[in-house]
């Protein structure tokens, strides 16, 4: 596929499996010069010349002023919670995936979670302070679907408190509000390049990071604390992503804003086509100049004449994999339910959101006759 081809199709069956998500390959041929570079070089990690062009790249891309690549996105807010040396306990959301609070747990942080808002179920500044206390170091909110945070409102509490705020940006690559890219938000952003994502690199990730100190440090620690051969300053892990991942990352930005380009598309047909069934909720956008659709939630309210378990049945009775992203909420299991902030009374939008929601199928190669088919399986449910 060329830069400038269409990702619009319009083909389907109804054998095929559709599932909520795919990742964009481009042709395997534009692939194999990147391998024979690598091939050549025999640099296979440690920050070969892949690795380094991907950074400079993705901070051109995204509107950043330093990035540092990781292996994953877990390791990466592992790492940046080290970063910034957060200890005690962080505020951060129950609706999100478990990596968001695994990520404390392995830093021997206590997650204390606090409701999320009904219209982006994002974490809710109105619910912060009251969650605050001497323990308190931090704040983890979610990007939730790649739909920004109010960043203004959490700023403020962070500064008067003199907590720092590290944004779980895992689905919010290229998403940019007023003032430019969200991932310059908080005093770190992490990013999921994971094969679901909308910019993958197979597996891998990143911390944007606010100046070159910052990263430098970040990258210490990411490299098991070497500075150079005979000098490690900290006890690092093995974080570093490889030259393949780099490769492919490098080419996937060939591709992204078409992949963008055609999600857009989806997301807009779904939205038309959903907007007269009774009972079937869409997110609105929230306030973001610049979306990557990374998902499509919709939420399954009383009005509609099935249960959002039924739905989902349905569904997949019929080769469509839609997921009930998220639950149950991270606040749910066994390592979480025990902590006072998890009890459901204290999470009431957040618990009702996780009953209601289904992700629907979004991807570039989704034909125009699978999101209709879908949508007409939700609409005579």
């Known amino acids: 596929m060329s830069n ?13 499996r559709i599932y909520v998500t795919q990742p964009h390959l481009p042709p395997l041929s534009e692939f194999i010069p990147y391998l024979e570079k690598i091939w050549d070089s025999k640099l296979l990690t440690n920050g070969g010349p892949f ?52 990520s404390l747990l392995w830093n021997g942080i206590k997650p204390v979670f606090v409701d999320v808002e009904p219209n982006t179920l994002n974490l809710d500044p109105a619910k912060i302070e009251a969650a605050i206390t001497p323990q308190t170091t931090a704040i983890l909110p979610v990007h939730c679907y790649g739909h920004p945070c109010d960043v203004e409102a959490i700023q403020k509490i962070a500064d008067n408190y003199n907590l720092k705020v590290i944004y779980d940006a895992a689905h919010a690559f290229g998403v940019r509000d007023d003032s430019g890219s969200v991932l310059r938000r908080g005093d770190l952003s992490v990013l999921s390049f994971h094969a679901t994502k909308v910019f993958n690199t197979f597996e891998g990730g990143a911390i944007i990071c606010p100046d070159a100190k910052t990263k430098q440090r970040i990258d210490h620690l990411k490299n098991f604390g070497f500075v150079d051969e005979v000098t490690v300053v900290a006890s690092g892990i093995n974080g570093k992503m490889s030259e393949i991942n780099a490769a492919f990352g490098m080419l996937q930005l060939k591709h992204i804003d078409h992949a963008l380009a055609r999600r857009k598309e989806i997301d807009a047909t779904y939205r038309e086509l959903l907007r007269d069934v009774p009972g079937i909720r869409c997110l609105p956008s929230a306030g973001e100049t610049a ?31 839609a997921r009930r992203y998220f639950y149950p909420l991270i606040s749910d299991f066994p390592m979480y339910r025990g902590l006072p902030s998890a009890r459901r009374e204290n999470l009431p939008v957040a618990a009702e959101a996780a009953l209601k929601v289904l992700c629907l199928p979004i991807y570039p190669s989704l034909s125009n006759d699978n999101v209709e088919r879908i949508v007409r399986i939700i609409a005579d449910c």
Do not use: M
């Open 4 to 16: 400038n081809a269409s990702l619009r199709v319009i083909s389907s069956s109804a054998d095929e």
């Open 51 to 102: 690795h380094v062009q991907l950074e400079r790249a993705l901070c051109e891309y995204l509107g950043v002023p330093h990035l540092s690549l990781f292996t994953n996105g877990t390791l990466a807010l592992v790492t940046a919670l080290q970063a910034l040396r957060i200890t005690g306990e962080v505020i951060t959301t129950p609706y999100s995936f478990v990596a968001t609070a695994h």
């Open 291 to 321: 979306a990557n659709y990374s998902y499509f939630p919709i939420l399954v309210n009383a009005e509609y004449p099935a249960s959002r378990d039924a739905l989902y049945q349905t569904l997949r009775d019929n080769n469509i994999y």
